[in-house]
């Protein structure tokens, strides 16, 4: 019998607005995959990029990165910071031959309960379909 392939998706979520919006998902008993592991940050752009590197590496089949919509951060421009790194942390995963669509960065609000629920599911169907993370197996740190 062969075992289904169910994902690990690491999700830093900024503690205002995306990890507000996926406790509102769960309050309003909307289904999302238990696939996704929140850890709460003050800020998106609190997220050192070695942080999505070590998730990757250590195991994360996928690494969800949840923000404030551009021009509603708490700390007025940290989301602006989140987007310019999460481009550079793409291009590099590119450019060491990693699976950079295993990456998914997202603005949503508290208010956006089903929005949280609906890019949970649809980043989880994905990593389902790209399978199981090979670099795991081949690259430590």
């Not at 070695?50 to 250590?58: G, M, R, S």
């Not at 919509?69 to 999460?86: K, L, M, Q, S, W």
């Not at 950079?100 to 980043?123: H, M």
Request: net charge positive; with cysteine.
């Amino acid at each position: 019998m062969e075992k289904k392939f169910v994902p690990r998706i690491t999700s830093f979520l900024c503690t205002w607005c995306s990890y507000t919006g996926a406790d509102l998902a769960g309050t309003g008993r909307m289904q999302y995959p238990t696939a996704i592991i929140p850890i709460k940050v003050m800020c998106s752009s609190r997220v050192d990029p070695v942080f999505i590197l070590k998730a990757y590496l250590k195991g994360s089949d996928g690494v969800f990165l949840g923000g404030c919509h551009p021009g509603d951060c708490h700390y007025e421009v940290g989301n602006y910071h989140t987007r310019r790194r999460f481009a550079i942390v793409k291009k590099v995963f590119e450019l060491l031959g990693l699976e950079s669509e295993r990456l998914r960065l997202s603005w949503i609000s508290a208010s956006e309960g089903p929005k949280f629920a609906r890019v949970a599911n649809e980043f989880t169907e994905k990593i389902i379909e790209m399978g199981e993370n090979e670099a795991k197996k081949k690259i430590f740190l």
